[in-house]
């Protein structure tokens, strides 16, 4: 824990010398492989609407400065001239008299009691500082949870990229079978349009695939502030790690319909010919592109809901903010009391022949009521306080339902995986048989191509309920504010703009408090090898 308090406390000076496009330059960099937290750091460290805050938390920390300011003195002064004309018959001359007559003084005043208005005042600005705070703490969370759902994006349109490309493949290699196979009369010619035509098809969804995966990488790019940075990647993650590198074998045998390691004639169009050197295909095992792993959530449903209002800052803000409320009452009624103000001042006079110094000192004790304005203003005050705590009710119940919502589609998620993997086995099963069968002349090409279509679609299906899954888990996290990844630990806390107590408080809310444990173990055992 010390270490990254340190680590915190120099990047707040190292960071606060260098612009944001400095940060961007240092972090991304043209093609650079970036991973969730990485992304995380840079959208932390960028982020306008986490400034937002912290610029209304600075607000909020000076209205409890305004408010304290009550009780320290006021100082005052003032300097100044009297003209005196006079006139009289015997004065010499022209029986006139003009003098200029200069004064000073100074005094100071000092509220002595006021029967608890300043500290009603004070209590209730420091509930708004701590719902500042709060959202504060929201505002970063909020920024992982927008980085994650754009990551999970990119990496969806990524897959389904992939998958056309590995499709392409497929419809390039049945297109030079079909056309060998009516060149030589054993197929009729209807199969090598259908085979052209189908090859046309994949070319145009893999190019609108492309463009897809270019504008998610954008949509990503934008949550993490970095206008014209470089192009960079993204690293595939434990819960989303597809990778479409398995094709059927027999696409391997190319000696039927095209030289080996030579782009083929079907891929020499530009758009296809750039994307096609972009995606790696290489063989492997069925295995190897269903590695995306399942995580076990550490909590039943019923536990959930209590982490939920624990953890969330939102209801913090909304019972800071009912405190608020309440000691605005509390304000609101202690008006009826007078102030009691103690004053010393400093004159001096000086008049044609003599000075005149004083010294004073005074209590005075005032106040001023509008009997009917304040009642009215107390009774809307007592509705505030309802409405505040009518709102904590409301999200209460609220929360308690997008909890369980998002535990439910979890669960649903967790079972779509696995059917999907399921589905992806027995299509490519079927495409394999299918093929077999058109390669020995048993079956006819619309058969081949509808195995294909239902093999392609079922790995894209796999791609989407990965997604699908993954953000599940994201609003999840985001409704408990409970981060089963500790993504915000990774990403160092805001350096750029957090507060070191703001630092323990969001740690502590989100469980972090086994990092320090194993921290000191670490510590430990290093002392105990010494």
């Known amino acids: ?14 960071l606060s010398f260098l612009p944001v496009s400095a940060i961007e330059d240092t972090l991304i960099k043209k093609d650079s492989m970036l991973t969730l937290a990485d992304c995380v750091n840079i959208a932390i460290n960028n982020s306008p609407n986490i400034k937002k805050y912290e610029y209304n938390l600075e607000v909020a920390k000076s209205n409890v400065g305004i408010a304290k300011s009550a009780y320290f003195p006021t100082l005052g002064g003032g300097v100044g001239i009297y003209q005196d004309y006079n006139s009289n018959k015997h004065y010499d001359g022209d029986g006139s008299s003009n003098r200029d007559l200069p004064s000073a003084q100074v005094y100071l005043n000092q509220l002595i009691w006021n029967f608890g208005k300043t500290s009603a005042l004070i209590n209730m600005q420091k509930f708004y500082e701590l719902a500042a705070e709060y959202e504060f703490m929201d505002s970063i969370c909020n920024t992982i949870y927008d980085v994650k759902t754009k990551y999970y994006n990119a990496l969806k349109a990524q897959a389904i990229r992939d998958i056309y490309y590995n499709n392409l493949l497929i419809c390039e290699k049945n297109y030079w079978r079909a056309k060998n196979f009516y060149e030589s009369g054993k197929k009729p010619k209807i199969d090598l349009v259908n085979a052209e035509m189908f090859l046309t098809e994949a070319k145009m969804k893999l190019t609108d695939a492309q463009t897809n995966y270019d504008v998610a990488m954008a949509d990503l790019g934008n949550s993490l502030y970095v206008a014209f940075a470089p192009d960079f990647k993204i690293k595939k993650i434990k819960t989303f790690n597809f990778h479409d590198i398995y094709t059927p074998k027999e696409l391997y045998d190319r000696s039927a319909y095209t030289k080996e390691n030579q782009l083929s004639e079907t891929l020499q169009d530009k758009n296809i ?7 790696k295909i ?9 590695t995306s792993e399942l ?41 009826y009391y007078p102030d009691i103000i103690g004053s010393v001042g400093y004159g001096y006079n000086n008049t044609r022949t003599l000075s005149n110094n004083n010294f004073n000192m005074s209590v005075n004790m005032s106040t001023a009521v509008n009997i009917k ?11 505030e306080v309802n409405l505040a705590s009518n709102d904590i009710d409301l999200f209460k119940q609220d929360l308690y339902f997008e909890v369980k919502k998002c535990f ?41 191509q509808q195995a294909r279509n239902n093999y392609t679609e079922a790995k894209i299906l796999y791609a989407s309920t990965l997604y699908d899954y993954n953000i599940a888990l ?21 350096l750029k703009y957090h ?13 972090c408090e086994y990092i320090d444990k194993e921290e000191q173990k670490h510590n430990d055992n290093k002392s105990n090898s010494n």
């Open 1 to 14: 824990m010390q270490k990254i308090k340190l680590l915190i406390t120099l990047s707040l000076i190292l």
């Open 273 to 279: 010919k750039n994307i096609a050197y972009r995606t």
């Open 282 to 290: 290489e063989k492997n095992m069925i295995s190897e592109i269903l």
């Open 295 to 335: 995580l076990e959530l550490p909590f039943s449903m019923d536990e959930s809901f209590k982490l939920a209002y624990k953890n969330s800052p939102d209801l913090w803000v909304l019972d800071a903010t009912l405190d608020a409320m309440k000691q605005s009452v509390l304000y609101i009624k202690r008006e």
């Open 373 to 383: 304005q304040r009642k009215h203003e107390i009774d809307r005050a007592n509705a």
């Open 408 to 448: 439910l589609n979890v669960s649903k998620g967790e079972l779509q995986v696995i059917n999907a993997q399921e589905k992806v086995e027995e299509a490519l099963e079927n495409y394999e048989l299918a093929d077999k069968r058109y390669n020995n002349l048993e079956n006819d090409y619309i058969a081949l």
């Open 474 to 494: 994201a609003n999840l996290e985001i409704a408990m504010h409970y981060h089963l990844d500790d993504l915000h630990h990774l990403a160092q806390h805001a």
């Open 499 to 511: 507060y070191k107590d703001i630092f323990n408080k969001l740690e502590s809310a989100l469980h």
